[in-house]
Each structure stands twice: as C-alpha cells, then as structure tokens.
T-cell receptor, first 117, second 109 residues
C-alpha cells in the first residue's frame, strides 16, 4: 500500500490567497484526521471524519478553515483567505476505526509544508 | 482548563538504557490517551489507551494508563539510537485533542 498520500508537499502562497490541501487515506480506512504543527503551538488536531462524516471540528481555528471528505478516498482542507499565521506543516492521517474499536492506529502522511507570505 | 503535561522535557541516555516518559492530564471528560513518536518528519502513532491498568506493548515499547491518578507512562527498554525522537502525548476529551509539549529523547551510542 502507498500509505497516506498528501499533496502538495510544499506550498508557498501570498496572504489572502486560497489554499487547498489534499489527502488520500489508506484504502479501507474509514477515519481521517487533519493535524497542524508549528513550533509555537506544537501538534494540533483540526478535524476528523468517520465514514466521510465530520465527527469533531472543534480544533478548526476559525471560519477561514474548512474541510470536506466527499468520498472515502479523498479529503481536502481549505484555507480562504490564508494568513501568514497559517504557515505550518499540515498532516493527514487515517485509521481503520476510532477509539475503542481496536482499529485505531493512525498512519500519517508526509505532510504539506505551507508558507504564507 | 484541560491540559496535558509531559515530563521530562528532554532526556539524554545511552544505548541499552531503559527510559520512562510521563504524561499527566487534567480533562473534564476522558475518551482516550494517545502516544506518538516524531522524528524529523511526520508523527508515528504508537499507542491509544482507553482503560486503566492494561498495558499495551509493541516490541521494546510499552505504555500503561492510570485513570485514577490521571497519568500515563511510556517505557522504552534497551534503547537504541533509532529511538531518538520527540514523544508526544495527547488526550481526547470527546471534544478536542489536547497535546503535551513532548519529551525530546536523545539516545547516544
């Protein structure tokens, strides 16, 4: 299996532009997680989906951030408009199940390094 | 205020040593506690713990949760240089994941 695939791997954009990050989970996994990591804030969970449905988006910083999972093999995290403080590494992870299911091991993608100028 | 505190912040040991990393938490509701290992790139998921007293083990790594005293430990036996990483602990309170600041482990040959 190719593992979790994220694209792009790096993105540099200007403040105010729309940014779309993409994630393809491991086939057969039905839970998907978006994380953000910065030096200042460390690792944060932004949102997670189970069976394509958002379960918990309490970590999403503000309305400029939105995430979708239109099908089991694809998710997007969109920032519109982007700001310099959004600069971070964004990780996507997937698992076969959620907490308590015994299938909760999360596999991380390589991350997207975003720089907003 | 919900929070997760890890200790020590940093640790230097020699190969073959055993280390114990600590994670204590205060949350209004508890669903699970998670351990991750992060080297230079993406985190690697290690364990998810939901029940007290049940040890989870993977090779030289093991972890246990104490829901009464609100902490978890991550043990690494016979450490190797490849264990050098930042180890992160997080707690899921049904609303949000709270991450600790991590313990940076450096294993010297």
């Amino acid at each position: 299996d190719a593992g979790v695939i994220q694209s792009p791997r790096h993105e540099v954009t200007e403040m105010g532009q729309e940014v779309t990050l993409r994630c393809k989970p491991i086939s057969g996994h039905n839970s998907l997680f978006w994380y953000r990591q910065t030096m200042m804030r460390g690792l944060e969970l932004l949102i997670y989906f189970n069976n394509n449905v958002p379960i918990d988006d309490s970590g999403m910083p503000e309305d400029r951030f939105s995430a979708k999972m239109p099908n089991a093999s694809f998710s997007t995290l969109k920032i519109q408009p982007s700001e310099p403080r959004d600069s971070a590494v964004y990780f996507c992870a997937s698992s076969r199940g959620l907490a308590g299911s015994g299938l909760e091991t999360q596999y991380f993608g390589p991350g997207t390094r975003l720089l907003v100028l | 205020e919900d929070k997760v505190v890890q200790s020590p912040l940093s640790l230097v040991v020699h190969e073959g040593d055993t280390v114990t990393l600590n994670c204590s938490y205060e949350v209004t509701n508890f669903r699970s506690l998670l351990w991750y290992k992060q080297e230079k790139k993406a985190p690697t998921f290690l364990f998810m713990l939901t029940s007290s007293g049940i040890e989870k083990k993977s090779g030289r790594l093991s972890s246990i949760l104490d829901k009464k005293e609100l902490f978890s430990i991550l043990n690494i036996t016979a450490t190797q240089t490849g264990d050098s990483a930042v180890y992160l602990c997080a707690v899921d309170n049904f609303n949000k994941f709270y991450f600790g600041s991590g313990t940076k482990l450096n294993v010297k040959p």
